[in-house]
């Protein structure tokens, strides 16, 4: 399975961003996928995630971003999306997406690693 991420950019505070995340080498839904990101000299930091395969399709936000952001999927195009509005300086980081087939979005939360990652996409808030 290989990842793509893209959609980073630059934005203002108060702005909105949509990252996407696509997936070849197999069905995005058989998948849990999930978003982290990673500021500069800050640990990484899960912050959204779909459930896939046999789950209860459950969605997961960690407490920065819920109210704020939006993940969702698209099986037709094998891509998972995450909309991000209200966007603040501290949201800026370089932003991953991941998916396993074992690790659910619960155990991602928790620290268990994804076997699947793709390369990063800048996501910069300024004015």
């Known amino acids: 399975v290989q990842l793509q991420a893209s959609g980073g950019g630059l934005v203002q505070p108060g702005g909105s961003l949509r990252l996407s995340c696509a997936v070849s080498?197999?069905?995005?839904?058989?998948?849990?996928v999930g978003w982290a990101r990673q500021a500069q000299d800050k640990e990484r930091e899960w912050i959204s995630c779909?459930?896939?395969?046999?789950?209860?399709?459950?969605?997961l936000y960690s407490d920065s971003v819920k109210g704020r952001f939006t993940i969702s999927r698209d099986n037709a195009k094998n891509t998972v999306y995450l909309q991000m509005n209200s966007l603040k300086p501290e949201d800026a980081a370089v932003y991953y997406c991941?998916?396993?087939?074992?690790?659910?979005?619960?155990?991602?939360?928790?620290?268990?690693?994804?076997?699947?990652w793709g390369k990063g996409t800048q996501v910069t808030v300024s004015s």
């Open positions: 080498g197999g069905a995005a839904d058989y998948y849990a």
């Open positions: 779909i459930s896939g395969g046999d789950s209860d399709g459950s969605i």
């Open positions: 991941a998916a396993d087939r074992v690790v659910s979005c619960h155990g991602a939360f928790r620290g268990f690693e994804m076997d699947y």
